[in-house]
């Protein structure tokens, strides 16, 4: 019988942080990409609602509405696979997730509703940002290989009489 802290527990733990890191990589992309959408579908809904139309009350909205709220699941998905992962990027997940919340009461605010826009910029910044950190963290901690020659290149390496 093993104890619940023995190695095998840290090797099962170590795995599901592993699994939730390479999930959490992979919804950072899928969100920035969904956010990117949700830009075009708000613009084609506005230019397509019509002459005289509210834009709120358009039907051409609606494709926007809908992905809206597959912005929220992403994001709530992408909260809950930083905390797996421990990797303290929860930090910068949890306030794109409460703007994704905001989201929809920012679009009825009526002369408010211009911070639904701005909203979108945030959660577009944020997903970039994490987007970013996320694909370039393994090849920021891979130690760098060091090109051959590199002693002929050094100065201060190849004098003849110099130390080292």
Do not use: C
């Amino acid at each position: 019988m093993s104890v619940p802290w023995g190695g095998a527990s840290r090797a099962r733990s170590f795995g599901s942080m592993r699994t939730a890191r390479i999930i959490y990589r992979y919804l950072t992309a899928i969100l920035l990409a969904d956010v990117l959408l949700q830009f075009f579908l708000a613009g084609a809904g506005v230019f397509s609602a019509g002459p005289g139309t509210a834009a709120r009350d358009s039907t051409a909205l609606d494709p926007h509405r809908a992905n809206g709220s597959v912005v929220m699941l992403l994001a709530l998905l992408l909260l809950i696979a930083a905390l797996v992962a421990r990797n303290g990027r929860w930090k910068l997940v949890l306030p794109l997730f409460l703007l994704t919340l905001l989201q929809p009461v920012l679009a009825i605010a009526g002369a408010a509703g211009g911070l639904h826009v701005l909203g979108a910029v945030a959660i577009l910044g944020l997903a970039s940002v994490l987007t970013f950190r996320a694909w370039r963290g393994d090849r920021a901690s891979a130690p760098a290989a060091p090109a051959e020659g590199a002693e002929a290149a050094d100065p201060v390496t190849s004098r003849p009489g110099s130390p080292g």
